[in-house]
């Protein structure tokens, strides 16, 4: 079992950053990817980013890339999403998620989850 706890977030004002946290614990990790989805009300849980536990391959969301970087400390056992120049398209609840599969797009392609973080943002 993989237990997965999101932090960091909170208010932002639209342009501004923030950083999300994502605290794993249980079995080792080392084999697992972590991804990012977030989620609107009314609408379907959307990919973010993801990362190979060892922090290699890291892969974007076309609506995020170039302002969100995905990042991970193996030895702390984090995952981090650091969100700059945010948008009011980015609010929702943040996910934090994990696999053994190499590439997963789809929330059907995650096997364990966190209970989500609230990022509002403010125009």
């Known amino acids: 079992q993989v237990q997965l706890v999101e932090s960091g977030g909170g208010l932002v004002q639209a342009g501004g950053s923030l950083r999300l946290s994502c605290a794993a614990s249980?079995?080792?990790?080392?084999?697992?990817?972590v991804a990012w989805f977030r989620q609107a009300p009314g609408k379907e849980r959307d990919f973010v980013a993801r990362?190979?536990?060892?922090?290699?391959?890291?892969f974007y969301a076309d609506s995020v890339k170039g302002r969100f970087t995905i990042s991970g400390d193996s030895a702390q056992n984090m995952v981090y999403l650091q969100m700059n120049s945010v948008k009011a398209e980015d609010a929702g609840v943040y996910y934090c998620?994990?696999?053994?599969?190499?590439?997963?797009?789809?929330?059907?392609?995650?096997?364990?989850w966190g209970q989500g973080t609230q990022v509002t943002v403010s125009s």
């Open positions: 998620a994990a696999t053994t599969r190499y590439f997963p797009l789809r929330q059907y392609d995650l096997d364990y």
């Open positions: 249980g079995r080792t990790l080392r084999t697992y990817t």
């Open positions: 990362v190979r536990w060892s922090g290699s391959s890291p």
